[in-house]
């Protein structure tokens, strides 16, 4: 018996010493959403009213949420619609009506219409909301602004979130001004960066740990985690988020490409691929890339320059590792159009585009627009993020489901 077990050491030595020599690696394990683990939250839902947040992004698998749900004999009273609609049929910025579902006969209630928040009598026959929208962790993609009107419709009316978890697609990526709350929006609620590196469970227990809520009152939650996951994976979206993050290249690029919402600049809306290219008419001449936005229902109906020829960069190839591996956002490529512009007095004017932001609510701050203009260094831009920047990684560790 002693000789069988220090054989069996020896072996298990060898064999550890081989692996090391030959840099044998564990195999990756594969990425498991909330949503897909059902195990752990269906019989939890059996029994109970329950209601659903979501859009074409709620999937188990490549079946919506709902469907699944309902086939399962889940009682699913009703159903909240963010922007773009349930279905995800509705243009951005579209104000949705209330309607019932053509496919499970379920009412629809949108939040993003005369309302966008439920209130006690939408809560009344609910026992518990469950929340499941897939995230691109960027101060302006406004889910998670929603997320905490939903929070505070539970804890209004003393009932639990379910939240079933899903990777941030930019989960690597801390970057950019917080917000100044002076500029506090739609598109910006909350003192965090432009992107923020957290999964929606992490920010609705921030939301909670914080006091961001509504008279600081605390959601009562229950988190399914994503399995095998940790921020720095890339994680492929297997349902574009919304119409104009209809590519992976887009989502990546989003949180560098999405600033130019506040400058007169075309960022692809009106073509087939948004936020993966950039540009104007007046700047021919200076780049020879062009292309032509136009009305694209469900997309983009009325985007800047529509039927005119625009010339700029094309990002469609660009390398996004190379946005993994700076860990920053990229803020060359405005202050790069910025200097190719022959009308700079147009440049972060919203007066000449009803298609644009103030580019103070799209950043968050009151300096980056004279620092544009000024021509100010990339290194610092970024000094004056601080120390606000380094004080919200610091909190954001409080709070995190994931390394």
Same mark, same amino acid.
């Given at each position: 018996?002693?000789?069988?077990l220090?054989?069996?050491?020896?072996?298990?030595?060898?064999?550890?010493?081989?692996?090391?020599?030959?840099?044998?690696?564990?195999?990756?394990?594969?990425?498991?959403?909330?949503?897909?683990?059902?195990q752990?939250?269906?019989?939890?839902?059996?029994?109970?009213?329950?209601?659903?947040?979501?859009?074409?992004?709620?999937?188990? $698998?490549? *079946?919506?949420?709902v469907d699944?749900?309902?086939?399962? +004999? &889940?009682? %699913?009273?009703k159903?909240? =619609? !963010?922007?773009?609609?349930?279905?995800?049929?509705?243009?951005? $910025?579209? *104000?949705?009506k209330?309607?019932?579902?053509?496919?499970? +006969? &379920?009412? %629809?209630?949108?939040?993003y =219409? !005369?309302?966008?928040?439920?209130?006690?009598q939408?809560?009344?026959?609910?026992?518990?909301?469950?929340?499941?929208?897939?995230?691109? +962790?960027?101060?302006f993609?406004?889910?998670?602004?929603?997320?905490?009107?939903?929070?505070?419709?539970?804890?209004?009316?003393?009932?639990?979130?379910?939240?079933?978890?899903?990777?941030?697609?930019?989960?690597?990526?801390?970057?950019?001004?917080?917000?100044?709350?002076?500029?506090?929006?739609?598109?910006?609620?909350?003192?965090?960066?432009?992107?923020?590196?957290?999964?929606?469970a992490?920010?609705a227990?921030?939301?909670?740990?914080?006091?961001?809520?509504?008279?600081?009152?605390?959601?009562?939650?229950?988190?399914?985690?994503?399995?095998?996951?940790?921020?720095?994976?890339?994680?492929?979206?297997?349902?574009?988020?919304?119409?104009?993050?209809?590519?992976q290249?887009?989502?990546?690029?989003?949180?560098?490409?999405?600033?130019f919402?506040g400058?007169?600049?075309?960022?692809?809306?009106?073509?087939?691929?948004?936020?993966t290219?950039?540009?104007s008419p007046?700047?021919?001449?200076?780049?020879?890339?062009?292309?032509?936005?136009i009305?694209?229902?469900?997309?983009?109906?009325?985007?800047?320059?529509?039927?005119?020829?625009?010339?700029?960069?094309?990002?469609?190839?660009?390398?996004?590792?190379?946005?993994?591996?700076s860990?920053?956002?990229?803020?060359?490529?405005?202050?790069?159009?910025?200097?190719?512009?022959p009308?700079?007095?147009k440049?972060?004017?919203s007066?000449?585009?009803?298609?644009?932001?103030n580019i103070?609510?799209q950043?968050?701050?009151g300096?980056?627009?004279?620092?544009?203009?000024?021509?100010?260094?990339?290194?610092?831009?970024?000094k004056?993020?601080?120390?606000?920047?380094?004080?919200?990684?610091?909190?954001?560790?409080?709070?995190?489901?994931?390394?």
């Open positions: 018996m002693k000789i069988n220090a054989l069996l050491l020896m072996l298990s030595v060898a064999v550890s010493a081989f692996n090391r020599n030959n840099d044998v690696k564990e195999p990756v394990k594969q990425i498991i959403t909330g949503a897909d683990q059902t752990l939250y269906v019989p939890y839902l059996k029994g109970k009213r329950v209601a659903i947040m979501a859009n074409p992004t709620t999937i188990i $698998g490549k *079946k919506h949420l699944s749900l309902k086939s399962l +004999g &889940i009682n %699913i009273v159903v909240f =619609g !963010p922007e773009h609609g349930f279905r995800g049929n509705a243009s951005a $910025g579209v *104000k949705i209330d309607e019932t579902d053509a496919a499970t +006969g &379920i009412r %629809i209630i949108s939040l =219409g !005369p309302k966008n928040k439920p209130s006690k939408d809560m009344a026959d609910v026992d518990v909301l469950l929340y499941d929208l897939q995230d691109v +962790g960027v101060r993609y406004t889910n998670i602004n929603a997320l905490s009107r939903l929070m505070e419709a539970c804890a209004e009316s003393d009932k639990e979130m379910l939240i079933l978890d899903r990777p941030n697609p930019n989960g690597y990526l801390i970057d950019g001004p917080v917000l100044d709350m002076k500029y506090k929006s739609g598109i910006g609620m909350f003192p965090i960066p432009m992107s923020h590196g957290l999964t929606v992490e920010f227990q921030m939301a909670n740990g914080e006091g961001w809520l509504t008279n600081k009152v605390k959601c009562k939650l229950k988190i399914i985690k994503v399995a095998n996951y940790d921020h720095s994976m890339p994680y492929t979206l297997p349902v574009k988020p919304s119409p104009n993050l209809n590519t290249q887009a989502i990546l690029l989003y949180p560098s490409t999405c600033m919402e400058v007169y600049i075309n960022h692809g809306r009106g073509t087939q691929y948004p936020f290219v950039l540009g007046e700047l021919k001449g200076k780049y020879s890339f062009s292309f032509t936005p009305s694209i229902k469900g997309m983009a109906e009325t985007p800047i320059f529509m039927n005119e020829v625009c010339y700029g960069l094309d990002l469609r190839n660009y390398d996004t590792e190379k946005l993994r591996k860990g920053k956002i990229n803020i060359q490529w405005i202050m790069e159009l910025y200097k190719a512009h009308h700079k007095e440049f972060f004017e007066k000449f585009s009803n298609q644009m932001n103070e609510i950043i968050g701050n300096i980056f627009r004279k620092q544009i203009i000024d021509g100010v260094s990339e290194e610092e831009i970024r004056s993020w601080e120390p606000g920047l380094s004080q919200y990684k610091e909190m954001r560790k409080k709070y995190l489901l994931y390394p």
